[in-house]
């Protein structure tokens, strides 16, 4: 199974707080994640990746946990801030170097 | 420096119709495909390109045809166009492919599409 599941499809979080996004995936031979941030009227643009050799990556308010076990990875925005306000997208890359695409997650972040 | 550009950003079309959506990356990147998004299923790759001349489908490529006659441009027609393929159509550019070195692939600001 190539899916990658993306929860939840969309998020409301107060400004200030920390904003998580889950995604699970099936394929063991997935060896790269990253995680596309996108703006209203404009195309994805990536935030942050990481690889299955390590279970964390930061990087300013944003951080991605791995567990790889588990086969789940999830982002962290820290300090959630309205400029935040985004669809994400997390993907897994298989072997034939395709991104495999999450559904999506609208998050809203309140003033 | 524009990165990636597409053209049409909107377009409606009557079913039966044809047209084409061209995609001008200036990054001298190898790699070039097209999507289309629709709400509540993420991305979905319809052709990409590994290089001038080359094309491959992708999960969705039915009802598509592309071309890639200049490392710059990439092509998406549509020869029929049905209200399915109504949807928002994103090109991307990477280099040397997804995951690889920089693993980043670049967008346009998309294509929006409406066929009735």
Known sequence: QQQVKQSPQSLIVQKGGISIINCAYENTAFDYFPWYQQFPGKGPALLIAIRPDVSEKKEGRFTISFNKSAKQFSLHIMDSQPGDSATYFCAGEDSNYQLIWGAGTKLIIKP | ?116
């Not at chain 2, 070039?32 to 489908?57: C, F, N």
């Not at chain 2, 280099?95 to 690889?100: A, F, R, S, V």
């Open chain 2, 1 to 116: 420096n524009a990165g990636v550009t597409q053209t049409p950003k909107f377009r409606v079309l009557k079913t039966g119709q044809s047209m084409t959506l061209l995609c001008a990356q200036d990054m001298n990147h190898e790699y070039m495909y097209w999507y289309r998004q629709d709400p509540g299923m993420g991305l979905r790759l319809i052709h990409y390109s590994v290089g001038e001349g080359t094309t491959a489908k992708g999960e969705v490529p039915d009802g598509y045809n592309v071309s890639r006659l200049k490392k710059q441009n990439f092509l998406l027609g549509l020869e029929s166009a049905a209200p399915s393929q109504t949807s928002v159509y994103f090109c991307a550019s990477s280099y040397w492919g997804e995951g690889l070195d920089t693993g980043e692939l670049f967008f346009g600001e998309g294509s929006r599409l409406t066929v009735l």
